[in-house]
């Protein structure tokens, strides 16, 4: 299907180069790997990256590098077209004065500078073939510099931009700069994390046994140690204490105490906000000497077990035996540049932060005429986006499918979690809702708590919920696509016919714990990172069936713009997964259609490429938050709270209503209540998307976008394919399964 209108396509946009470390500086001088008991089995170049300077090693062409992975074609001839994206540090706004230049390596051509756009954020120009040094600067503001061999076209290659001598970490294309604390250590848990009495308890025993004290603040951000909502500790070293001997000693007391816990160091604190490097990284190795990568990268950083992903065998995860983190990112540089690795980078501890703008003070305004309101001001959340039109649509169509929904249809969402006893998920007898599909089952399918590593459906009835104030978040998107309808509730879902699968996400995790929650959620084969622990996904039991979409309400960046130095790139274990879900998952007659990932875009009134790489990513669907005054004027959502305005930009693939949606939430005391943000918008969409595979279970995850797109009413570019239209959608689902020349709409147009 191709959409009637097309605002500027995203790019898988695979770096077409090799990169090499530029001139920045790391927090502590770099000191090569030993490589003794590699001795003459070194095949690779990783031998030379224990006595040479990554400046001094060879250029390697694209395809030397990336193998398979380098989509485009080399030109014989040239020139290319190089355009790069400038992503500032901490703020929304490009800096205005920054040079972006290639300056060319053996002085055969001139020096380039590209040009700035339209887009402040995007520079292009026209570039001679050749070896580069690609920097950018300005501002006060320096980019870490990356040697080019150019080749071919570069497509929107980003340049992280932060202060002068900050080290940087590499993830997916981008070289992020750091601010980094030498003098603190983060501790921080993946699962549940002890309670803050708990945590007091502990961090006073273990400051009595390791050089460390608990972190109180007063270097002017005025926190306690406790941050990310419980998911991470930061402590303080003692004086000449060595970091790399207390990371070690504070593993060793949380283990005899059986708490697990990854130790590491802070990087990017701002606030309550922080992410954690510690020693586990991934890594993707050229296609042509895997093996031997393997096994050279096992011995240079005493990796006892490097593993595999299931999908993309030339990505591995391993824990280093060390700690020296200056040393480890310097080492992975010269691996890059010998060209035994494509990419090394940490498996971060993100803190992922909900996309919603709730207005304060609940209201408590029921009736589902607040969902569908007749009037010239559509502000229902039904109305706005045609529901009611969509549902008279599925029944009268040639299908017969119950009108809110096929309980063949399975709907996810990886939120903050659910309860399960509350009145619109179980309907007012205590029964589990049903699905509309004749089988008897629960509507809620499968609830699992990845925070307490236990199920929250009918099959532990003894499963307590959390406290209202964790989980208003996943019951306010839950209910926007799943509650319980017809069942003498005050609120209408989208969806609520198609079954609901229900995952809850720690506040904290790592790029591989969530990539592997996102696949077990597809029922696809899911690599260990962490073999040994078994409340990895890897473990979890089977879902029964998979989801056929999957509903994230949530990114990497919190509405106030990035963290600290700079905003996130793509992981590559994550990227693996996104392969894996739309290429073979969500199967039917035996064949992979791909599971549609749907991405709230932010609330930080920015361009969601260089915001939220997960809404961003072209294997997802991207949705902003838009409203309409009336029927024909359409205009972006204000300002809901201090998180912001929506993200916008040519990533962005519909909106929809994001601005006082009516829906549930604990701490509400009659429903409707309202609910906002891209959140609200992106649980919108998924829940038309579970009518519109109702209406036609045989479309691709492509053809799902294509139908979104096309029938999307459109009013500004920067807010994509325009606004969501669930009846048009669902039209155009029936339209495509329908013979040639059938006449399928005899008593006129069913969405006019």
């Not at 398979?68 to 205005?96: E, L």
């Not at 504070?250 to 020693?279: C, F, M, Q, T, Y």
């Not at 824990?319 to 540089?333: E, M, V």
Request: a negative charge; glycine letters at 10%; hydrophobic letters at 35%.
């Amino acid at each position: 299907m191709t959409p009637a209108h097309t605002p500027r396509e995203r790019s898988l946009g695979q770096l077409p180069g090799i990169i090499v470390p530029g001139l920045i500086l790391l927090f502590g001088s770099w000191l090569p790997m030993s490589l003794a008991a590699v001795g003459e089995e070194c095949k690779l170049n990783a031998c030379r990256c224990a006595d040479i300077d990554p400046s001094e090693l060879p250029l390697l062409s694209p395809t030397q590098l990336y193998g398979a992975y380098s989509k485009t074609v080399p030109k014989p001839d040239g020139p290319a077209n190089v355009s790069v994206y400038i992503i500032p540090p901490g703020y929304s706004q490009a800096p205005p004065d920054i040079d972006v230049i290639l300056l060319p390596i053996g002085g055969k051509s001139n020096v380039v500078r590209l040009k700035p756009t339209k887009n402040p954020y995007l520079y292009e120009g026209i570039v001679p073939l050749g070896a580069y040094v690609l920097s950018a600067f300005g501002s006060g503001l320096l980019a870490p510099s990356r040697r080019l061999v150019i080749d071919r076209d570069i497509s929107g290659l980003p340049l992280h931009l932060g202060k002068p001598g900050l080290p940087y970490y590499r993830m997916g294309r981008g070289l992020i700069p750091f601010t980094p604390r030498p003098d603190l250590v983060a501790v921080a848990f993946e699962y549940n994390p002890p309670d803050p009495g708990s945590a007091r308890r502990i961090a006073e025993v273990l400051t009595k046994d390791v050089p460390v004290r608990v972190y109180d603040g007063k270097d002017g951000d005025g926190l306690p140690f406790i941050r990310a909502g419980g998911y991470v500790w930061l402590l303080q070293l003692g004086p000449d204490a060595d970091r790399a001997s207390v990371m070690a000693d504070i593993r060793s007391h949380l283990e005899e105490v059986k708490i697990s816990a990854r130790v590491g160091i802070p990087i990017d604190l701002d606030g309550d906000h922080v992410r954690v490097l510690d020693n586990q990284f991934v890594f993707r190795v050229n296609t042509d000497v895997i093996e031997t990568a393997r096994r050279e990268i096992s011995t240079l950083f005493g990796i006892s077990s490097l593993r595999p992903n299931s999908f993309d065998k030339s990505v591995w995860v391993g824990r280093l035996k060390s700690d020296d983190t200056p040393r480890i990112l310097r080492t992975i540089d010269c691996l890059v540049g010998a060209g035994v690795v494509a990419t090394g980078e940490p498996d971060l501890l993100i803190e992922f932060v909900d996309h919603d703008a709730v207005p304060d003070g609940w209201p408590d305004d029921p009736g589902y005429s607040k969902q569908y309101s007749n009037g010239t001001q559509r502000s229902g959340n039904h109305s706005y986006q045609r529901v009611r039109e969509a549902w008279n649509l599925l029944y009268v169509s040639s299908l017969q499918v119950p009108h809110i929904g096929s309980g063949d249809v399975y709907i996810g969402s990886l939120d903050r979690g659910i309860n399960p006893s509350h009145p619109e998920v179980s309907d007012s007898s205590g029964t589990a809702c049903t699905a509309n599909d004749s089988d008897g089952t629960p509507q809620l399918a499968t609830c699992f708590d990845s925070v307490r590593q236990q199920s929250c459906d009918n099959s532990n009835p003894s499963y307590v919920a959390p406290p209202d104030s964790e989980i208003q978040h996943g019951m306010a998107v839950f209910g926007i696509m799943s509650a319980c309808t017809h069942n003498g509730g005050e609120v209408a879902a989208i969806a609520p016919g198609t079954h609901h699968i229900a995952v809850r996400r720690s506040g904290t995790t790592s790029t591989t714990f969530y990539a592997n929650t996102l696949t077990w959620m597809g029922r696809l084969p899911i690599s260990c990172p962490t073999p040994d622990d078994p409340r990895d996904p890897c473990h979890w039991t089977p879902i029964n069936r998979a989801a056929d979409v999957i509903n994230c309400s949530h990114g990497f960046t919190p509405p106030d713009g990035c963290v600290g130095s700079s905003c996130f790139a793509l992981p590559t274990w994550i990227d693996a997964a996104f392969q894996a879900l739309v290429t073979t998952g969500r199967i039917r007659n035996g064949a992979p259609l791909g599971v549609v990932l749907v991405y709230s875009a932010g609330n930080a009134g920015a361009p969601v490429e260089l915001q939220e790489p997960l809404a961003a990513d072209p294997r997802t669907i991207a949705v902003a938050n838009c409203r309409a005054r009336n029927d024909n004027d359409v205009t972006l959502a204000p300002q809901e709270t201090q998180a912001g305005a929506s993200n916008f930009g040519a990533a962005v693939d519909v909106c929809a209503l994001g601005f006082n949606a009516q829906t549930i939430t604990p701490l509400c005391a009659q429903a409707p209540c309202r609910f906002g943000g891209t959140s609200a918008a992106a649980a919108t969409v998924s829940g038309a998307i579970g009518l519109i595979l109702s209406e036609n279970p045989d479309l691709k995850w492509t053809d799902v976008r294509d139908v979104l797109r096309s029938s999307a009413r459109q009013f500004d570019a920067s807010y994509g394919f325009g606004l969501l239209d669930v009846c048009h959608a669902v039209k155009r689902a029936h339209e495509a399964k329908a013979a040639p020349g059938s006449d399928l709409w005899p008593n006129g147009d069913p969405c006019p």
